[in-house]
T-cell receptor, first 113, second 115 residues
Framework: AQTVTQSQPEMSVQEAETVTLSCTYD???????LFWYKQPPSRQMILVIR??????QNATENRFSVNFQKAAKSFSLKISDSQLGDTAMYFC??????????FGTGTRLTIIP | KAGVTQTPRYLIKTRGQQVTLSCSPI?????VSWYQQTPGQGLQFLFE???????NKGNFPGRFSGRQFSNSRSEMNVSTLELGDSALYLC??????????????FGPGTRLLVL
């Protein structure tokens, strides 16, 4: 079975600062993807970034980047130059094969003006 | 491309009633997954449909069922509603190629309140 753990229930940071959200996971699979999804107050689940496990290079999407440590089974999200619109719940998730997404419990991030 | 759409967006039902939720995937996507989100249990997988067949199923009672049509649109049904079924129901679609991980794209969700 796959597990995803987010140990930071809540975080807050000043606008324009950098924040890192942590995620660890456990799987015996070799071919899997990891994701960060964002869920703002509207409750829409929005894809932030994806990392394929077979890729050594860390994924980046504009202000969002990940630190993927496969051996340590760690997958953290760094948000640079944080903006008020980044306020949301952030979920780390894992998928392999045709299987379901396994989600962590989420981190509530608040950007303070 | 248009995103995943879900209807209705909000529903209020009473205990014992049944409800049907609808999901239209991104054009060309053949796999549709359903998730239930509650404050207590977080995000839980209900089931996944591909080519009109249920391919994966989560650990939910038989009151929860679904189906997929030939145009890949999917519906889920909950019969004999209980208070604990109050939740946000999220639908996600993916291309549906075989055997490899895929990115799932979510709809806006249906908020169900059972009174």
């Amino acid at each position: 079975a796959q597990t995803v753990t987010q140990s930071q229930p809540e975080m807050s940071v000043q606008e324009a600062e950098t924040v890192t959200l942590s995620c660890t996971y456990d799987t015996s699979e070799n071919n899997y993807y990891l994701f960060w999804y964002k869920q703002p107050p509207s409750r829409q689940m929005i894809l932030v970034i994806r990392q394929e496990a077979y890729k050594q290079q860390n994924a980046t999407e504009n202000r969002f980047s990940v630190n993927f440590q496969k051996a340590a089974k760690s997958f953290s999200l760094k948000i640079s130059d944080s903006q008020l619109g980044d306020t949301a719940m952030y979920f780390c998730a894992l998928i392999f094969g045709n299987e379901k997404l396994t989600f962590g419990t989420g981190t509530r991030l608040t950007i303070i003006p | 491309k248009a995103g995943v759409t879900q209807t209705p967006r909000y529903l209020i039902k009473t205990r014992g009633q049944q409800v049907t939720l609808s999901c239209s995937p991104i054009s060309g996507h053949r796999s549709v997954s359903w998730y239930q989100q509650t404050p207590g249990q977080g995000l839980q997988f209900l089931f996944e449909y591909f080519s009109e067949t249920q391919r994966n199923k989560g650990n939910f009672p038989g009151r929860f069922s679904g189906r997929q049509f030939s145009n890949s649109r999917s519906e889920m049904n909950v019969s004999t509603l209980e208070l604990g079924d109050s939740a946000l129901y999220l639908c996600a679609s993916s291309p549906g190629t075989g055997g490899i991980p895929e990115t799932q794209y979510f709809g806006p969700g249906t908020r169900l309140l059972v009174l």
